[in-house]
């Protein structure tokens, strides 16, 4: 998209003001806004911001920073709250004052994955099935643990969140994102939307605005969207299911199918399914990375807890889902440990480089898992275990080479020093749990 594409589209819908979006490295969305008036300027030099905002957590000082507009991804959003006011987006790079990419910049990580895979001759290609939970809000906005419904797994709700759906499924339209399908999921409460199978940075930004977008609609009528890994005790999490393929960049046929194999796979993708369950405790924390996770990852709600992959095992860390024959075009890997509370620009980018390893070193892939290993102990024990806390995959993530280089030495030590500093505060933390067991008896 040009800039006069911009214009001529900011005339024709009268935007008033532009709405600048990056990430931080925890993964939650900022946002600079800009009168129309700026967007000029904007589009030909960037705009100032204080670059220790995509720290998150882990902020330590101020440091000037550009936000450098990516043209593509420019769009009207649907009409909000603000009646009359007409606003666009601009997902933006963060660039250093000297004009180079800011290393501590979470879209640049993956695009610079996405670049190696290229240079390669692959285009990686995914898409996400997104569970969320919608709760009650209270006046201020904030969530009542109360579920919005009482209905299970694909059972029809009512045309309140029905009508809800339909309405994200509509804005996301706006911004370019196509949906798959929707769906009420297994808990009271749960949802899932199913979005489009695109290429690396499109499919890393279409999770964020989905996020977005889901949160902003749920508070306009008195909900709350939560995408937390595991809110409720005994009722099953939310993950965030990771399809993902890699495509001839020249002639866009799919390099993981191979009609003669049992799993329909290539060799090329069972090199990099290998890499992928070779790398992956130590890229469990980026794809799980709050406290919360590990209380999604446990046995008995398909979730994985064993490095594993099979067809049928929906408890495998990546399962191969089954394809038609006359459909080739659709064979992928489905990595089952991410989780919505994600940075997705981080999570895809280790998932591309541990398999893009795999291919390199031509890794061979275990056998696959089709029983369900979790209860089946004598044959688990064959099996690498996931690590179990958070804890634990920080330490995994440190021995890991591949991923820490990934990350790259600054977005590696401000995501370590956050998530440990998280580790320690909930390790101390005294829980309601343990003052009602111990408290009477000790």
Known sequence: MTNDDIHKLVQQHHVEFISLQFTDIAGMLKNVTIPVSNLVDCLDHGVWFDGSALEGPARVAETDMYLIPDRSTFAVAPPDGDAGIATARLICDVHSPDGRPYAGDPRRVLRRAVEEAASMGFVYRLSAEVEFFLFKADGDGRPVLVPNDSVGYFDATNDTYTQFRRQVVK??????????????EGAVGQHEIDLQLESGLVAADAVMTMRQVLRSRALRQGMFASFMPKPMTG???????????????????NLFADANDSYGLSQLAKHFIAGVLAHAPGMLAVLAPLVNSYKRLVPGFEAPVLVSWGRTNRGAFIRVPRVL???????RIEVRSPDPSCNPYLAYAVMLKAGLDGIRRELPLPTAAEEDLVTMNA???????????????????QRDEVVADTLGPLIFERFVESRQKEWEEYRQHVSTWELDRYLPIY
Request: hydrophobic fraction near 35%; charged fraction near 10%.
């Open 379 to 397: 044959r688990s024990r064959i099996h690498v275990p996931l690590p179990m806390t958070l804890g634990d995959a920080i330490q995994a993530l």
């Open 235 to 253: 009722l099953p999490g939310s993950g965030m299911h990771v399809h993902q393929s890699l495509v001839d960049s020249v002639t866009g046929a």
């Open 171 to 184: 804005a996301l339209q706006a911004y370019h994102i196509e949906v798959n399908a929707t769906h009420h």
């Open 325 to 331: 024959s006359d459909r080739p075009q659709t064979t």
